[in-house]
């Protein structure tokens, strides 16, 4: 009788399916309305869960691989974002939109394919963005707070970080090589720690400016700033898009950019100038707002550079929309950019706020830029092809925030828990750190009236942590990787974070590797490894 009931709900159930998504399209807000309540009412049964999950068991089953050559290739980072991050920010997704939140879903959750990467330096059990983005763009892992060289240099180590022995190269440099167009896209300075991985080589990642090499007692024409490199060498110049902030870092002392901000160069070298001149027989384009991106013609446009910001670019809820374009709108541009490449593209795009409000314990921005970051993977899946587009999306590594108990369901994962701690009777919030500038925060809440002010939920609340630190610090937990295209079920299972672009490379037929295009592991084997027993897998 039981098997009877189950098989006619899974008969009819597809056409309630259909009837409602009707629905969706005719009133998103009514829509909203009865998908809560039915899904309440339904989880009462335990045909409702039979079929969600034999529901999902067929789409696993549908699933195929593909083995097209990737064309094109877009790699999204969301710097510092966690699982428990991923988490939290589909429930506060699904809470904006009206739902319970606990059964919702980030864009790219839906992609066929997850694995896991372990994100650790060679020096450091817990990673910053440096040394992994060395390893998720080059395929080699490094030291801490090192870019684009190997784990032979050592931090702030100039003289080993010049010897192009030492130097890895990028994908942006093996699809340079391959006939590709290559482009980034940043929420962060474009001379920050992950965009900077696709074109830099340098014993320290606070370097981006000659300024910054200078304030660390080193010699600018010894240790090349990022932002020349950046402007100067390959790769970089050669990236046919370039987005994010950080004009600072490109303007020399005693000018002022278009906000009247200063520039910091003591070189006197204006390097969007520089930028310029290298394309003059190029059709380029400087834009500085969302205005002037927005009047771009991308089609008779080669190069694109775009700084939107003498610093970062601001987080979504503090932003002036008017001015700076979002991450959705300079993915989108970029890929609108790139798509007039005949062999196709590499495009590397940084969600970076996530990290950096997660670095001052304020969630709420957190988990916006999560979402934020969610929308423009779903565009660049719009606006490109599964069959000739491979999509990773993935992080860098983690960070201390936790989901703790035992909140009722439904309950805004901004805000208190629905529970209060059984040894002191105070309430805690759902989101947490372990350590952080919060950790001074918690006796605020034996103070009546302190606690009566206290709303975990306004945008820059201060979430409590445990060990007091100026900045809450990165975890060492692994992260996800999401891949949907060519050859995205090579990204299942748990791996180190530097197989990753060994496997893109592989699915677009680019470096010197093993390839789609390529597929005798001997004749790699012969080229770069002289003992190849003494390698271990």
């Not at 879903?105 to 992609?111: K, T, V, W």
């Not at 890895?168 to 090589?177: C, E």
């Not at 599964?386 to 999306?393: A, F, G, H, N, P």
């Amino acid at each position: 009788m039981k098997l009877l009931n189950f098989v006619n709900f899974a008969i009819i159930l597809p056409f309630i399916l259909i009837i409602q998504a009707d629905e969706y399209h005719s009133s998103g807000s009514e829509w909203k309305t009865r998908k809560t309540r039915a899904t309440n009412n339904g989880e009462l049964l335990a045909d409702f869960w039979n079929f969600d999950a034999q529901h999902r068991l067929l789409h696993q089953l549908s699933i195929r691989p593909n083995h097209n050559i990737a064309k094109n290739v877009i790699f999204f980072l969301g710097d510092g974002m966690s699982v428990a991050t991923l988490a939290a920010s589909r429930m506060y997704l699904g809470q904006l939109q009206g739902q319970s939140g606990e059964e919702s879903r980030l864009f790219f959750e839906d992609f066929p394919y997850t694995g896991l990467a372990k994100t650790y330096c060679v020096d450091m059990q817990v990673a910053d963005s440096a040394c992994t983005a060395t390893a998720y763009l080059t395929g080699v892992k490094a030291n801490y707070g090192t870019l684009g060289v190997t784990a032979a240099v050592k931090r702030f180590n100039c003289s080993s970080s010049q010897d192009p022995a030492n130097h890895v190269n990028s994908l942006a440099t093996w699809a340079q090589r391959a006939g590709k167009g290559t482009g980034v896209v940043t929420t962060a300075r474009v001379t920050h720690a992950s965009p900077a991985g696709v074109y830099a080589h340098t014993a320290n990642r606070d370097w981006e400016s000659d300024a910054d090499v200078t304030k660390a007692n080193e010699n600018p024409k010894m240790c090349q700033d990022i932002a020349s490199q950046l402007i100067n060498n390959d790769p970089g110049r050669k990236l046919k898009v370039i987005m994010g902030g950080g004009r600072n870092k490109f303007l020399p002392k005693g000018t002022v950019d278009e906000q009247g901000s200063k520039g910091e160069r003591v070189d006197g070298v204006n390097l969007v100038h520089e930028w310029l001149l290298q394309k003059k027989r190029r059709p380029a384009a400087y834009v500085s707002d969302r205005k002037g991106l927005m009047n771009v013609d991308f089609n008779n446009t080669e190069y694109l550079l775009g700084l939107f910001s003498p610093d970062h670019m601001d987080f979504n809820l503090e932003a002036k929309h008017e001015e700076q374009p979002s991450l959705a709108e300079m993915t989108t541009a970029a890929i609108e950019m790139l798509s007039k490449e005949k062999r196709g593209y590499f495009l590397f795009v940084e969600g970076a706020r996530i990290d950096m409000a997660h670095h001052k314990s304020k969630a709420h921005l957190a988990l916006d830029e999560t979402v934020q970051f969610a929308e423009a993977v779903r565009l660049a899946t719009e606006l490109t092809n599964s069959r000739d587009t491979l999509i990773i999306v993935t992080a860098d590594h983690s960070h201390t925030m936790t989901i703790s108990g035992y909140a009722q369901r439904g309950n805004n994962i901004l805000d208190f828990n629905t529970q209060k701690s059984n040894v002191d009777n105070l309430p805690y919030t759902t989101l947490m750190y372990a350590n952080g500038p919060g950790a001074t925060t918690r006796t605020n809440f034996t103070d009546p009236e302190k606690l009566a002010k206290m709303d975990p939920t306004t945008n820059n609340f201060v979430y409590p942590g445990h060990v007091p630190l100026k900045d809450e610090t990165h975890g060492g937990d692994d992260v996800a990787v999401f891949a949907n295209g060519p050859w995205a079920h090579l990204f299942v299972g748990l791996y180190e974070q530097n197989l990753i672009p060994h496997a893109i490379a592989y699915a677009s037929c680019i470096g010197d590797g093993l390839s789609a295009c390529r597929r005798t592991s001997a004749t790699y084997r012969r080229k770069h490894w002289t003992n190849p027993s003494t390698v271990v897998h």
